[in-house]
C-alpha cells in the first residue's frame, strides 16, 4: 500500500489524497473538488500573463485538462498546486509565443533595409470558393465526429462551440454545478481529439 508523503501543509495532503482518487478510481468528484478550489488561482495568474479574460479562461481549462490527463506522471516530491500551476505556466508561455509568432502588426507590413523596402502579403479575409468548401467540408465533419459522443457531451460541445454559450449558461440550461461542467468539457474534447486522430479526412 503507498504511503501517503509527509507533506508540510495539510492543503498538501489534503491535495494528493484526492489526486490518488481521481487517478486510482476515475473519482469525478475528486476531479471537481481540485477544479473547485484552484480554479480562481489559476485564473488570476493566467489573466495577468495574458492580461486577456477569454484567453484566461480558455487557458485555464486546458491546464487542468494537461494535468489531469498527464495525473500518472505526478509524484508528490511537490505538492499537486505547484505541479499544477507550472504545467499552467508552461501551457501560457507557449501559447503566448505561437500567438506573437502568428501576430502581424500593420506597422511591420514593410521593412526598410538601406535604400530598398520589402512589402509582406497579408493574407485576405475572404477566401477564394475553395477555401470555403474546404471550411464546410472540416464543418460537416466535425458535427459527424461530435455526434458520435455520448448525449450530454455532444450537448455540452454544442452549446460551447457551435452556440458559443459561456460554461455559465451551460450549467444553468443543463442543471449542473459549473465545475461538473468545465470537467466533462474537456472530457468532450479528448475523446473528440481520440476520434479525429483515427481520421484522415480532417484536412
Not at 495568474?45 to 489531469?68: G, H, Q, R, V, Y
Request: proline fraction near 4%.
Amino acid at each position: 500500500m503507498e504511503v501517503v508523503p509527509n507533506f508540510s501543509t495539510e492543503k498538501a495532503t489534503r491535495d494528493y489524497q484526492l489526486v490518488r482518487r481521481a487517478r486510482e478510481k476515475g473519482d469525478e468528484r475528486a476531479f471537481a473538488d481540485l477544479m473547485q478550489m484552484y480554479r480562481e488561482p489559476l485564473y488570476l495568474m493566467l489573466l495577468k500573463m495574458t492580461n486577456n479574460p477569454n484567453d484566461a479562461d480558455d487557458l485555464t481549462i486546458e491546464a487542468f485538462s494537461k494535468a489531469f490527463n498527464s495525473l500518472h506522471l505526478y509524484t508528490p516530491t511537490y505538492a499537486f498546486s505547484t505541479w499544477l500551476f507550472t504545467i499552467a505556466s508552461n501551457h501560457c508561455i507557449d501559447y503566448i509565443r505561437k500567438k506573437r509568432i502568428q501576430t502581424i502588426y500593420i506597422e511591420d507590413m514593410t521593412t526598410h533595409n538601406g535604400d530598398e523596402s520589402y512589402a509582406f502579403q497579408m493574407p485576405s479575409d475572404i477566401g477564394n470558393p475553395e477555401d470555403e468548401f474546404i471550411r464546410e467540408q472540416r464543418k460537416e465533419i466535425l458535427r459527424e465526429v461530435v455526434g458520435q459522443l455520448k448525449p450530454h457531451y455532444r450537448k455540452m460541445v454544442e452549446l460551447r462551440y457551435f452556440e458559443e454559450r459561456s460554461y455559465e449558461e451551460i450549467a444553468e440550461e443543463m442543471k449542473m454545478p459549473l465545475g461538473t461542467v468545465k470537467v466533462q468539457l474537456f472530457r468532450a474534447r479528448d475523446l473528440l481529439q481520440n476520434i479525429l486522430r483515427k481520421r484522415n479526412d480532417l484536412i
